[in-house]
T-cell receptor, first 113, second 113 residues
Framework: GAGVSQSPSNKVTEKGKDVELRCDPISGHTALYWYRQSLGQGLEFLIYFQGNSAPDKSGLPSDRFSAERTGGSVSTLTIQRTQQEDSAVYLC???????????FGPGTRLTVL | KQEVTQIPAALSVPEGENLVLNCSFTDSAIYNLQWFRQDPGKGLTSLLLIQSSQREQTSGRLNASLDKSSGRSTLYIAASQPGDSATYLC????????????FGQGTTLQVKP
C-alpha cells in the first residue's frame, strides 16, 4: 500500500516568512511523528500525535514551531518567521497502534535564505 | 537522558567485505533498538528491530545484535555490495509511552566495486 508522503519535497523561503509542511501518514496509523535532520544536530524529535490525545510537543525548539493533525490523519508543521537555522530536512513518520516500527516519509528539505 | 553514539562516522570498504557498524547507548533500560538505512535525499527505511528481550535479529545479509548490559549494538553486513552504500542509523525509543526515537549520528558506508 501507499507509504508516508510529504509535501513539498523542497521549499526555499526567505528569512522571516512562514512555511507549512504537510505529512500524509499511512492510512489507519494512529501515531504520527515529526523529526528534523540538520547537519549539526543529526536527527531530532520534534512532536508526536497519538489519536485524540494531547500531542507531545517536548521537542519543538521554539514557539515559532507548531503542528496540528486534523481528523487523526494529515498533519501540518508550521514554522513562523523562519530563521536560517531552521534550514533542515523535516521528516514525518507514522506507526500503527500495534507496531513498534515507525515508517518514514521522504522528507521536506527546507532552505531559509 | 539517553544518548546514542555511532562509530565510525564513515566507512569505505571494497565490495565483498564483511563489516560491522557500532552503536552505543548510555541508558541500558531500553525497550527496543532499531537500525535504519537512509539513502541520499530519501527518508529512512527500517532494517531491523530488536526487542529488549532479544539478543539478535537477522534479515538476509544483515544481523543486528544487542547487549543491554554493556549498552551496545552492532550491525553486521555480510558480503557487502555497492548497493549497500548508504547512511546507517541506530535509534532507541526515548519513552515507551510515545515511542519517540533518539538517533545516533549515523555511519556513512561506501562500498566500492
Amino acid at each position: 500500500g501507499a507509504g508516508v508522503s510529504q509535501s513539498p519535497s523542497n521549499k526555499v523561503t526567505e528569512k522571516g516568512k512562514d512555511v507549512e509542511l504537510r505529512c500524509d501518514p499511512i492510512s489507519g496509523h494512529t501515531a504520527l511523528y515529526w523529526y528534523r535532520q540538520s547537519l549539526g544536530q543529526g536527527l531530532e524529535f520534534l512532536i508526536y500525535f497519538q489519536g485524540n490525545s494531547a500531542p507531545d510537543k517536548s521537542g519543538l525548539p521554539s514557539d515559532r514551531f507548531s503542528a496540528e493533525r486534523t481528523g487523526g490523519s494529515v498533519s501540518t508543521l508550521t514554522i513562523q518567521r523562519t530563521q536560517q537555522e531552521d534550514s533542515a530536512v523535516y521528516l514525518c513518520a507514522s506507526r500503527g497502534w500495534d507496531q513498534n516500527t515507525q515508517y518514514f516519509g521522504p522528507g521536506t528539505r527546507l532552505t531559509v535564505l | 537522558k539517553q544518548e546514542v553514539t555511532q562509530i565510525p562516522a564513515a566507512l569505505s570498504v571494497p565490495e565483498g567485505e564483511n563489516l560491522v557498524l557500532n552503536c552505543s547507548f548510555t541508558d541500558s533500560a531500553i525497550y527496543n533498538l532499531q537500525w535504519f538505512r537512509q539513502d541520499p535525499g530519501k527518508g529512512l527505511t527500517s532494517l531491523l528491530l530488536i526487542q529488549s528481550s532479544q539478543r539478535e535479529q537477522t534479515s538476509g545479509r544483515l544481523n543486528a545484535s544487542l547487549d543491554k548490559s554493556s549498552g551496545r549494538s552492532t550491525l553486521y553486513i555480510a558480503a557487502s555490495q555497492p548497493g549497500d552504500s548508504a547512511t546507517y542509523l541506530c535509534a532507541l525509543p526515548g519513552s515507551s509511552n510515545t515511542g519517540k526515537l533518539i538517533f545516533g549520528q549515523g555511519t556513512t558506508l561506501q562500498v566500492k566495486p
